[in-house]
């Protein structure tokens, strides 16, 4: 195989940039536009149509493969074909859409198509298809898995979907691209990775016989896959039996053109030297033995060892699940004290491993630690270093090592010290992957490290072998040897040192006010020029909620805005940006969905209190209007989505109005959650099997989706209504969610499902969400228990607060919200509160000069409420100004 060297001159990103797709055509789509062509790029895709175009629903679609190398010539040759036919495209922006299509973390079903075209018909779907197939023949780009090719090898492929498609909003609150049934009825347009037409779409190239074929389970007539391991772009993992030997072996697969770079290298290329730095490094027996190499239809194929054991990252997410701690205090030193040999090991054998995180490194049953996923380490040779790929682990990679500085030792330093982070605090050090001007990361670090929870040394030893090897200098970073003193030097510590409250970092009045002028300073400085139906971004699939509705969400937004106002703290801009574009969205779409979160309850909540605190009649009046044609029968029982979620905004408009009518709706939707319980002796609901429902069939204890945010709403209406039934049906939810508490010490931890051991400690599902209902039942009953049960919820809560992200809906801001609520029924939960909020002061981010908070995926800034930075508003102002929980009835008082 081909040595790649990296050099100098070559890891420099400064040097001439890659050509972008439209480079080689951009004088022929400005001439085709003088002939009524239109030409518009948006942030991902360039879309280009010819003057009069048809608008089919559905159909048999091109997509055409490329590699960021390929794309421009690809593009210039299928030109004039879609011009000539008269053929609607669209094809990627730039290199940088086409690098992320292509990438091997990109979803299987969505890799691989540059180019995507819309035939008029089938039968100029053939013509195009061969035409397409001739003109890119023997150029590069990967197989695009969720398509058929339309020959063996060609760049062209194709599936059956959308064209315009149809935009349904699910019965989960997100919109869902369909297409068309033989019978009318819309279908949801799923991106399968793997080739599955619709059973009614007849194939337009192949036949029924030729559509079948089948995989074998056998490798290089040698090894007999037993499982799949994992599935992603660049190829899979497998399980599997070496029928020569009877040993069992893991196999990694990597596919022709995907993730290629600059350099025309790609994850073949990557498995092949990892193959080579094994081999490498089989005498110090740190690393699995290379068993084969092998290319199968086009594919390559590294076979290696089976070591058994798990990840450093799958025993403390599997300790983390069981609410227990790995390592312990007592076991730290030993694992820094190995990582660091380890380490120490490969670089005197001329390797920086540049990947160097708990998920690949092995721990053997008799303790040993082992090296795995290899294929981004440099091997020095006597040309320099050898090396296949870029990149790296975000938190757990040096800076420089991200941003495509060249293989140096000094990028193992920091990794290691990321790898000691996420021992002692077990917070992933992605969070802390910020760099604000005149803040190098080593200070940010000493106070994100805080007292050193889990190590038998003195905290000062801790951080400082931390902060030494994580410093924004390379060349600072403490040595190996320096690190392997101050383990050895250092006096133990006869206990773990666990911080309480006030060791914490502390949001004061300064701070936060710093704080929360930071995020509406943000939110307003991004506010888009258009009048878009989202001002700000969502992440993950809040991209796909409806806009109006407070989960990810406007009505989020706007209750905050409101309570803001209340307060008198306006932001005008901010509140004319989202009550714009989400009373214009309710102008253009229907909406029936009962839900407080990811349905219209929680809308017409927000727009009540938007015109209460501003005086606009007007909004108060729609949200009535709003509430009073939501749905009171549903096959979804719980807050987010259903019933309960419904009657609690009603109940919530009835206190503040005192419309008897609104009461009769709340009755409504108390009768059917009652006559939807499951039978049995502990209360509960599930959502029919038969919904069409991501939640069919679910069953949960949590707020959100089960016993406690229906326990909640039970509990409110019959205190509304005077119903002794509900109230009686509100205490069995009570002693349901006792019987089903895990006492673990002094903490309460619940389930997500019944018989689940997955122990959850969040407002959606867990401690926090449980609690906030438990808090609510004793201020009705003055039961000992629920008190007790509430505080043991805290104490859960507090417990995993450092393993927790800032999110609303799972994180320490719902928690910490869940914890005021505490300190009202019980007088416990203030200062576990400010801890909380402490925490979040320590995770601020800075953007553009100003400190915001992170979503729930701990690496981006967005808008929303249960994910993003308005649901950290929602906290922080009850936080200093009191009041009640927003989207949550107040808690009554106590007998």
């Known amino acids: 195989m081909e040595k790649f060297l990296l050099d100098e001159r070559a890891a420099i990103f400064g040097e001439e940039s890659l050509a972008e797709p439209s480079s080689l055509v951009t004088s022929e789509l400005a001439r085709i536009t003088l002939n009524g062509w239109s030409v518009e790029t948006g942030e991902f895709w360039t879309y280009v149509r010819p003057a009069v175009t048809g608008r089919r629903v559905q159909g048999w679609k091109l997509h055409v493969s490329a590699t960021i190398l390929s794309a421009p010539e690809v593009l210039r040759v299928c030109l004039p074909i879609f011009v000539e036919s008269k053929t609607s495209f669209k094809f990627a922006a730039t290199v940088h859409n086409l690098d992320e299509l292509n990438g091997f973390r990109t979803p299987r079903g969505n890799s691989g198509k540059f180019i995507t075209v819309y035939p008029a018909d089938d039968e100029e779907f053939r013509r195009l298809a061969q035409r397409l197939h001739e003109a890119t023949d023997g150029m590069a780009g990967p197989v695009i898995l969720s398509d058929a090719p339309y020959r063996e090898g060609s760049l062209v492929h194709y599936r059956y979907g959308a064209f315009t498609g149809l935009r349904i909003l699910s019965n989960d609150g997100m919109y869902r691209e369909c297409i068309l049934d033989p019978d009318g009825d819309p279908v949801e347009d799923q991106r399968l990775p793997v080739f599955s037409p619709p059973s009614w779409a007849v194939d337009p190239v192949r036949t029924p016989a030729e559509a079948v074929s089948g995989s074998g389970v056998l490798l290089n007539d040698r090894f007999e896959v037993r499982a799949a391991l994992r599935h992603a772009n660049k190829g899979g993992v497998y399980r599997a039996t070496d029928r020569r030997t009877g040993a069992e072996v893991i196999i990694k697969e990597a596919r022709p053109f ?65 609410d227990s701690v790995w390592p312990s205090p007592a076991d730290v030193p030993d694992l820094v004290r190995e990582l660091t040999r380890l380490v120490s090991a490969v670089h005197a054998a001329g390797v920086v491993i540049r990947d160097f995180s708990p998920s690949n490194v092995l721990l053997t049953p008799d303790g040993e630690l082992k090296l795995i996923d290899l294929e981004l380490a440099a091997l020095r040779t006597d040309d320099g270093w050898t090396v296949a790929g870029g990149g790296g682990t975000p938190g757990f990679s040096a800076p420089e090592q991200i941003d495509g500085a060249a293989p140096d030792v000094t990028a193992d330093l920091f990794s290691l010290g990321a790898m000691v982070y996420y021992l002692v605090t077990q917070v992933d050090p992605a969070f802390v992957d910020d760099r604000p001007a005149g803040c190098p990361l080593e200070e940010r670090l000493a106070y994100l490290v805080g007292p050193a929870r889990a190590a038998r040394m003195p905290g000062e030893v801790i951080r400082s072998i931390i902060t030494g090897l994580m410093r924004s200098d390379p060349t600072s970073r ?9 383990i050895v030097s250092s006096p133990p510590r006869s206990a773990a040192l666990e911080p309480g409250p006030h060791e914490e970092e502390v949001l004061d009045e300064e701070r936060w006010e710093t704080l929360v002028t930071g995020i509406l300073g943000h939110l307003t400085a991004n506010l888009p020029a258009d009048t878009e139906d989202r001002p700000w971004p969502e992440t993950g699939f809040g991209t796909a909620a409806d806009p109006c509705t407070v989960q990810h969400g406007l009505a989020g937004a706007l209750a905050v805005l409101a309570r803001l106002a209340e307060h008198d703290r306006h932001a005008p801009e901010l509140l004319n940006a989202v009550l714009s574009r989400m009373t214009g969205h309710l102008d253009r779409a229907g909406h029936r969905l009962p839900g407080l979160y990811f349905g219209f309850a929680g809308t017409a909540w927000a727009l009540f209190d938007a015109g209460r605190a501003l005086d606009r009649t007007d909004l108060s009046t729609r949200a009535l209007e ?17 019933m309960s979620g419904l009657g609690t905004c009603l109940i919530h408009l009835w206190r503040e109005t005192g419309d008897a009518r609104l009461l009769d709706r709340v009755n409504a939707c108390a009768d059917g959650v009652l006559t939807a319980a499951a039978p049995g002796r502990h209360i509960g609901w599930a959502t029919p099997e038969s919904f069409d429902s991501e939640l069919a069939g679910y069953r949960s204890y949590g707020f959100a989706h089960g016993t406690a945010g229906i326990g909640a709403f039970l509990l409110a209406a019959g205190q509304a209504t005077g119903r002794t039934e509900l109230l009686t049906a509100a205490g069995r939810c009570g002693e349901s969610l006792l019987d089903a508490a895990v006492q673990i010490e002094n903490a309460a931890y619940w389930p997500d499902t019944p018989g689940s051991d997955r122990r959850m400690v969040f407002w959606c599902n867990g401690s926090s969400g449980v609690g906030t209902f438990l808090t609510r039942l004793h201020s009705h009953s003055g039961d000992p228990r629920y008190r007790d049960a509430s505080v043991a919820a805290g104490r859960a809560v507090m417990r995993s607060r450092r393993r927790t992200g800032t999110a609303y809906c799972h994180g320490l801001a719902g928690n910490a919200d869940f914890l005021l609520d505490l300190e009202l029924a019980t007088g416990t939960g203030r200062e576990w509160a400010e801890s909380l909020a402490g925490l979040l002061w320590a995770r601020r981010l800075d953007r553009a000069g100003r400190p915001v908070l992170g979503d729930e995926t701990g690496m981006k800034v967005s808008g929303g409420y249960g994910a993003g930075l308005f649901g950290h508003l929602s906290f922080l102002l009850r936080l200093r100004h009191g009041g009640s929980r927003l989207f949550h009835l107040d808690q009554g008082q106590t007998r």
């Open 258 to 322: 995907v993730a290629t770079d600059r350099w025309n290298r790609d994850v073949i290329d990557l498995l092949r030297h990892e193959g080579k730095v094994l081999r490498h490094l089989q005498p110090l027996g740190i690393v699995p033995r290379v068993v084969d190499e092998f290319v199968q239809d086009g594919h390559c194929f590294l076979v290696e060892q089976f070591l058994a054991g798990k990840s450093l990252l799958q025993r403390i997410e599997g300790a983390s699940e069981e």
């Open 478 to 486: 403490m040595p190996l040897e320096e690190v392997l003193r101050l």
């Open 626 to 642: 709003l509430a009073a044609n939501l749905p009171t029968s549903w096959p979804n029982a719980d807050i987010t989505h259903g």
